[in-house]
């Protein structure tokens, strides 16, 4: 059996496994050399202190123990290596399946496509948009007619109406104009009620003096 059938399980039936069934498998590999991977790097460790422990001592002991080292370096390399290969692989693996679930969703979407465009063609569609402009004009010929005002008074000319108003604005300012030229029987402030203040009686006292000493003196005359 090969190398590759041992890894992945003999297929009897002959049918090939699936992207996700080798995805699957890839990985499991990959677990199981980065076990191997632990164990060697630390048979790496053990056999290098084996060797500084018996160093020239046991030249022959530290010797071997190098030796194994070697072959367990050599093991780990090659385990790298094998691990860079089975990665690149799982992606390659993982990428092609992507590509493929993206293609069958596209497909499975431009059959939906297919399947709503069965019965529509460009002259319909171009009839369709020729019906929904027409019934959007007549919808808002009907929203102008609803909106526009209506009931008493409209039937009135509104220049009529305005001729009039000025007719009306100017007639009351040829009233006011006649108002202020005739201003007709205006009532005249009336007399003062209160009577005017009397001399003080001081003043009218010097006076009678005077007046008694003209007339003494004129009779003396």
């Known amino acids: 059996m090969s190398l590759i059938a041992k890894l992945f399980g003999s297929n009897k039936s002959g049918k090939a496994p699936t992207a996700q069934e080798a995805i699957q498998k890839l990985r499991e590999t990959e677990e199981m050399l980065a076990k191997k991977q632990d164990f060697l790097e630390k048979k790496i460790e053990q056999e290098l202190g084996t060797a500084k422990k018996h160093g020239t001592k046991n030249k022959r002991a530290a010797l071997q123990a190098l030796k194994r080292k070697k072959r367990y370096e050599k093991q780990l390399t090659q385990i790298d290596g094998t691990l860079s290969t089975i990665e690149f692989q799982r992606e390659a693996l993982e990428n092609a399946n992507t ?35 027409e019934q959007q004009e007549i919808a808002q010929e009907i929203s102008d007619v609803i909106s526009r005002p209506v009931g008493f008074g409209e039937e009135f000319d509104e220049d009529d109406l305005l001729a009039e108003l000025e007719d009306l604005e100017q007639e009351e300012l040829d009233k006011n104009l006649l108002e202020i030229e005739e201003p007709g029987d205006v009532p ?14 001081k003043k009218k006292a010097e006076e009678d003096e005077d007046d008694m000493a003209d007339l003494e003196a004129w009779a003396a005359n």
Not at 116 to 129: G, P, Q, R, Y
Not at 190 to 201: E, F, I, N, Q
């Open 99 to 133: 590509n493929t679930e993206v293609l069958k969703n596209m497909g499975f979407a431009a059959k939906a496509m297919k399947a709503a465009h069965e019965n529509m063609d460009i002259n319909k569609v171009d009839d369709l948009m020729a019906d929904i402009t």
């Open 188 to 201: 005249l402030p009336s007399v003062p009620s209160t009577s005017l203040p009397s001399k003080p009686a």
